[in-house]
């Protein structure tokens, strides 16, 4: 953990640049460091707070990092502003191209059969010089034999795609079997494998893309009422301050 957390609603988010995260990796994967990355959006971070479980989870992992604007504003709002967004989507990306450059070993976990094979194919086709060492889709009953071939392949990237708080339990409660970086990366394995789109350039430049995803999938419409529930907790701690 950092020294330059700063609190959301009961959340410690690392408060960097993407370029100084990124520095932070590269020196990680260089190192053979075991790190555990959170992509914390307000949804995680109303999550948290009702889950103490969760929320030590959470605050115990070695980067925090601010996946969602309202993350952003909230901060402002509060008096303690952050440097940038950092998704989880993109710093997937990173550390694939990372591995590429750096012939690393990477092993991915979860999404359905098909989302999971689709990104298995793009890494191989796209990242030649990645070591993929193993995949898994999220339909399993026992983890045993997914850790035990974790142990075995010895990774440098563990991506897990099992959304939270899911995957945030189990990172935490195997990180320790392979010294690698372990990320949560939720539903990011769609957009890579191009099984769903991204938003366009547009709505990234202007921080909709959770507009952009509600207009394109209207079932996740109980999932953004997550975002004025979590509006509506900031401005209730911005007045005891």
């Not at 359905?112 to 010089?129: G, L, N, R």
Request: net charge positive.
């Amino acid at each position: 953990m950092h020294k330059n957390r700063i609190d959301i609603l009961g959340t410690q988010f690392d408060n960097f640049t993407e370029k100084q995260f990124h520095q932070h990796l590269d020196y990680d994967l260089d190192t053979h460091a075991n790190k555990f990355i959170v992509t914390a959006n307000p949804e995680i971070v109303l999550s948290a707070r009702k889950d103490s479980k969760f929320l030590k989870i959470v605050n115990n992992a070695d980067y925090v990092i601010p996946d969602g604007i309202g993350i952003i504003k909230g901060a402002n709002s509060l008096g303690t502003p952050m440097h940038e967004r950092i998704t989880g989507f993109d710093t997937l990306k990173y550390l694939v191209e990372t591995a590429n450059r750096k012939l690393l070993k990477v092993y991915i976990l979860g999404a359905k059969p098909e989302v999971i094979k689709a990104t298995a194919e793009k890494i191989k086709h796209d990242y030649p010089q990645v070591d993929l060492v193993g995949y898994h889709d999220g339909y399993f009953k026992d983890d045993k034999p997914i850790v035990d071939e974790i142990v075995k392949k010895k990774p440098d990237i563990v991506l897990v795609a099992l959304g939270y708080p899911k995957q945030e339990y189990f990172i935490n409660k195997y990180r320790y079997n392979a010294d690698a970086i372990w990320i949560g990366v939720g539903g990011s394995f769609d957009v890579f494998s191009g099984t769903k789109k991204r938003a366009p350039k547009i709505f990234q430049k202007l921080s909709l893309e959770w507009f952009y995803r509600l207009i394109t999938e209207p079932t996740r419409f109980g999932r953004m009422l997550a975002i004025p529930k979590y509006m509506k907790l900031i401005k209730q701690e911005k007045k005891k301050k």
